[in-house]
Structures are given as C-alpha cells and as structure tokens.
C-alpha cells in the first residue's frame, strides 16, 4: 500500500514539474527580429466547426500558437504537419488550415474542421475467424463463424477526444466488453488513462497447430473457452510524436477439459485453468504523415511485458516486440514503404495459447494468409512500391448527419509488393515445414483509401510454395 502511494505521489509531482516546464518554454520561447523578414509571427488562429471538439483538443495539435514565430520558407510546412496531425485525432471529416490575414510580418491562421458523427450504437457482424481469407477459403464462408450483436461507441464524450465503446455479440462466440480512453486528463495535455474490461465464450476453440493449418474443436452445445480480462492503462505524451505507456492487466481463462486431453500443453501440465497479471510498457515514435495510410514518414513502436506477476498468476513469462516502418515520396505520385516487425519471448516452453505467430490479424507474409506459423520468436519484412491512380474528394451533402457535408477524401493506388519472414519454434513438430524456414512472398494489387480511417486491398500473390490467388484484407485505423 505505502509503494502504491508513493507511486501516485510521485505521478501528481511529474504533473506539476510538467506543467512549470510548459509554461516556462512558452514564455521563453525565441521570437527572432522580425524587421530581417526572414520570419513571420503568428497573431491570431481563429477555430470554426468544432461544436463538440474542445478548442484546447484542436489547439494541441498545432505545431505553434498565437504569439510564436516561424520562418518563412517553413510557414506552409508547418501548417500541413499541423493539419496531418488534427487528422490523425480522428474527430473530422473534413480540415482545412489557411493563412486567414498576412499583413507586414504577422499572419492570422485559420483551422476550419467538419465534425464526424460521434454516436455509432449499430447492429454489427465481426468475424470470429484469424482472416476474411481463411473464413471464406478454409471455413467455406460459413456463416455460423460470423458473430452478430450491437456495438456502440461514443467518440468524443465529453469533448477532449474521449471515447466509450461497448460491445455485445453472439454467435460462436459470445463476447461482453467496455472500454473508456481518456487521452489526456491534465491541464497540459500530457498524461492519459483508459480502462477496459471484457467476458468471452467460445464454442469452437483451436487447440494446436498441424501441417501449420489449425485444428478445431468444436461443439455447438458448449462452451469450450472462457476468458474475464481487464486492464488500465497509463500514457505519457511529452511532445507531438512520441508516447509512453504503462499497462497493468489481469486474465483469467478456462477450457474444457476435452481440450487439456486433446493437447496438454494448451495450459501446460493438461490444465483446464490459468491466471495471470501482467504489466507492459512501451514507446511510441511516430512520424507518420496521415496514420491510416501513411505516404511519408517513420513510425517506431518498442514494448516489453511480464506475464506472470505475485500469487495471482500462474504463468512466468517475459515478451519484447519492435515494429519499425519507413515511408518515402519517390516522385510526384510514386512512393515507397518498409514495414518491419520482430518479437521475442522467453522461456521456450510456453502454453500453446500463447504462441501466436505469423498468420494472425496483420502480421503475416504475402502469400501464407491460410497458414498458422507459431513460435516463441517471429519477424518479418515487409517493401511495397505505389503508384497514386487517382486521389479526388466527393462533396457530401450540407443535411446528411453522419458527414455533414464534407468534402471525402478517395483515393486508388497500385502497388508491387515483396515480403520475407521467419518464426523460430523451439518444439516445432516434423508435420509443420514452415516453422523454422525463411518465408517468401510477393505480387501485385491495388488499394483503395477510403474517408481518413479505412483501406481495402486486393493482392495477388505467390509465395515460396508456389502457391498463388487473391487476398483481400480490410483495415480500419480509428
């Protein structure tokens, strides 16, 4: 308990410290002779559209503030790094920053943002399935791996970016959970938290990996898995770019006891139960230009866990993740990317349910979408070339609720892709080739970007084997 103070003691003093030194840097901060011309001074920003949106939410965005002064060559970079960076919020359908006013050597800035439509409670139908691939492929489309219910999520709550999901669903899986993210929670926009907890049952569970395809169990009567987790999170985000992060969370799971027989090591040691705490901590450096279809830019995400803490936990196991991607403008519409990935886990003898590998969500290699490669230790590669087909924006009409409207940003690009991966598997079985050998992958398809937070991508690709089709795959960044 006296650690537990201690800790919040010293969490409300970085507050404090970090609010002098906020204040300090503003009032301090260099104003250049503007009589050499070679700099302008911001007077005035003006905000409109945000009804909802708290102005300070906006205004933290901004890479300067009434009073600052910038050079000139670097004025219209500034104000597209700020308008990229009120985007990435996720709040707007639709902003604009212009020069409202420039006389001598004074400039008033205008940000004019179009607000999205906060309140979602829509009937919803997720895919309880690793891929749309493997489910329409491997799972014949079978509708009774679709998971139907309600989700509802309310963006912007209370104005400061806030957001409260809640979600229901039924089918294969039954699944109850809430999250509230709260991104700052300080006067000065530095410190954030959010609170989540959720409850699942499976009536159909993979137990183990053969010939790298998965194999189920199912029973449509019963349950076969269980699981209760909850975390809070703490965040800390000193500057534009960069973000720390604390996560204390805690998981309790339990499976039949036909699924401990049908592989022993799913839980270790043929148990039906296990339990943990967990703390995780990372760094975020991200410079991307638009993060949901970034062009330009660096993004650098580090994190490192310990499942298995005290005498709540019966698991002892440490983890380490890196993911490091690169984006480059080659030429007036071609542009490149290096997606990169690794992750790392000790001890070797792990439970099964913990060994996801490549095949998973995003993290796969061009071509082996209907494969489940799992291991202790995984990484992979990832370089793409793009060509921008077309970028338009479509006026939406001012009397529709949802987009108020905006102009819609579209856009189509072609691309040519390789990809290379690797997963380690200590106790891999002689059944499964992939683990433990290099992957290769490559092929063509095109994208399509839709509003600011949604990516289609149709690729044909061929892999290694020799195997070859088309791959569909569906990303949504807010």
Same mark, same amino acid.
């Given at each position: 308990?006296?650690?537990?103070?201690?800790?919040?003691?010293?969490?409300?003093?970085?507050?404090?410290?970090?609010?002098?030194?906020?204040?300090?840097?503003?009032?301090?901060?260099?104003?250049?002779?503007?009589?050499?011309?070679?700099?302008?001074?911001?007077?005035?920003?003006?905000?409109?559209?945000?009804?909802?949106?708290?102005?300070?939410?906006?205004?933290?965005?901004?890479?300067?503030?009434?009073?600052?002064?910038?050079?000139?060559?670097?004025?219209?970079?500034?104000?597209?790094?700020?308008?990229?960076?009120?985007?990435?919020?996720?709040?707007?359908?639709?902003?604009?920053?212009?020069?409202?006013?420039?006389?001598?050597?004074?400039?008033?800035?205008?940000?004019?943002?179009?607000?999205?439509?906060?309140?979602?409670?829509?009937?919803?139908?997720?895919?309880?399935?690793?891929?749309?691939?493997?489910?329409?492929?491997?799972?014949?489309?079978?509708?009774?791996?679709?998971?139907?219910?309600?989700?509802?999520?309310?963006?912007?709550?209370?104005?400061?970016?806030?957001?409260?999901?809640?979600?229901?669903?039924?089918?294969?899986?039954?699944?109850?959970?809430?999250?509230?993210?709260?991104?700052?929670?300080?006067?000065?926009?530095?410190?954030?938290?959010?609170?989540?907890?959720?409850?699942?049952?499976?009536?159909?569970?993979?137990?183990?990996?053969?010939?790298?395809?998965?194999?189920?169990?199912?029973?449509?009567?019963?349950?076969?898995?269980?699981?209760? @987790?909850?975390?809070?999170? $703490? /965040?800390?985000?000193?500057?534009?770019? =960069?973000?720390?992060?604390?996560? +204390? *969370? !805690?998981?309790?799971?339990?499976?039949?006891?036909?699924?401990?027989?049908?592989?022993?090591?799913?839980?270790?040691?043929?148990?039906?139960?296990?339990?943990?705490?967990?703390?995780?901590?990372?760094?975020?450096?991200?410079?991307?230009?638009?993060?949901?279809?970034?062009?330009?830019?660096?993004?650098?995400?580090?994190?490192?866990?310990?499942?298995?803490?005290?005498?709540?936990?019966?698991?002892?196991?440490?983890?380490?993740?890196?993911?490091?991607?690169?984006?480059?403008?080659?030429?007036?519409?071609?542009?490149?990317?290096? @997606?990169?990935?690794?992750? $790392? /886990?000790?001890?070797?003898?792990?439970? =099964?349910?913990?060994?996801?590998? +490549? *095949? !998973?969500?995003?993290?796969?290699?061009?071509?082996?979408?209907?494969?489940?490669?799992?291991?202790?230790?995984?990484?992979?590669?990832?370089?793409?070339?793009?060509?921008?087909?077309?970028?338009?924006?479509?006026?939406?009409?001012?009397?529709?609720?949802?987009?108020?409207?905006?102009?819609?940003?579209?856009?189509?690009?072609?691309?040519?892709?390789?990809?290379?991966?690797?997963?380690?598997?200590?106790?891999?079985?002689?059944?499964?080739?992939?683990?433990?050998?290099?992957?290769?992958?490559?092929?063509?398809?095109?994208?399509?970007?839709?509003?600011?937070?949604?990516?289609?991508?149709?690729?044909?690709?061929?892999?290694?084997?020799?195997?070859? *089709?088309?791959?569909?795959?569906?990303?949504?960044?807010?």
């Amino acid at each position: 308990m006296q650690i537990a103070i201690s800790m919040c003691m010293l969490f409300l003093l970085s507050i404090k410290i970090s609010s002098a030194q906020f204040h300090h840097q503003h009032k301090n901060k260099k104003i250049a002779d503007s009589t050499t011309n070679n700099y302008i001074i911001i007077q005035h920003i003006t905000l409109e559209g945000n009804r909802r949106t708290r102005d300070e939410i906006i205004f933290r965005e901004l890479t300067f503030l009434p009073g600052d002064t910038i050079a000139v060559d670097q004025l219209m970079k500034q104000l597209e790094v700020s308008r990229n960076q009120v985007v990435n919020t996720g709040l707007f359908n639709e902003v604009v920053v212009n020069i409202k006013k420039w006389v001598n050597d004074s400039v008033d800035v205008s940000v004019s943002v179009k607000e999205r439509w906060y309140i979602l409670p829509l009937p919803t139908a997720n895919l309880y399935d690793r891929s749309f691939n493997v489910w329409w492929v491997e799972h014949d489309h079978d509708i009774r791996w679709i998971q139907a219910g309600i989700h509802f999520n309310q963006k912007n709550v209370t104005g400061r970016n806030d957001e409260l999901q809640a979600t229901v669903l039924f089918g294969f899986q039954r699944r109850f959970d809430i999250t509230y993210i709260l991104p700052y929670f300080d006067y000065i926009q530095k410190h954030g938290l959010s609170v989540s907890a959720s409850f699942t049952q499976s009536r159909s569970i993979t137990y183990a990996i053969d010939s790298n395809k998965e194999l189920i169990h199912e029973d449509v009567n019963t349950y076969q898995r269980s699981v209760f @987790q909850t975390s809070l999170d $703490f /965040s800390y985000k000193p500057k534009f770019n =960069y973000r720390y992060s604390a996560s +204390l *969370g !805690y998981r309790y799971s339990k499976v039949q006891d036909t699924i401990a027989e049908l592989n022993p090591d799913y839980f270790l040691q043929g148990k039906t139960t296990q339990k943990y705490l967990s703390l995780r901590i990372g760094f975020t450096r991200d410079f991307r230009d638009i993060r949901a279809y970034p062009l330009r830019g660096s993004f650098l995400d580090v994190s490192a866990a310990k499942l298995g803490l005290g005498f709540l936990s019966d698991l002892d196991l440490w983890e380490a993740s890196v993911s490091f991607n690169e984006y480059f403008q080659l030429g007036r519409k071609w542009f490149m990317s290096s @997606q990169n990935k690794m992750k $790392f /886990s000790i001890p070797t003898a792990q439970p =099964y349910n913990l060994q996801r590998g +490549l *095949g !998973y969500a995003n993290n796969y290699v061009t071509g082996y979408e209907y494969y489940a490669i799992d291991g202790q230790n995984w990484g992979y590669t990832k370089l793409d070339l793009k060509n921008e087909i077309f970028k338009i924006k479509l006026h939406s009409l001012q009397n529709n609720v949802f987009v108020k409207g905006a102009d819609l940003p579209f856009g189509l690009y072609g691309r040519v892709f390789t990809s290379a991966g690797y997963v380690s598997n200590a106790h891999s079985s002689t059944h499964n080739t992939l683990d433990n050998h290099l992957l290769l992958g490559g092929g063509i398809g095109v994208d399509l970007t839709l509003l600011y937070d949604t990516t289609l991508r149709f690729e044909y690709s061929i892999n290694k084997l020799g195997e070859h *089709g088309l791959f569909f795959h569906l990303s949504s960044y807010f």
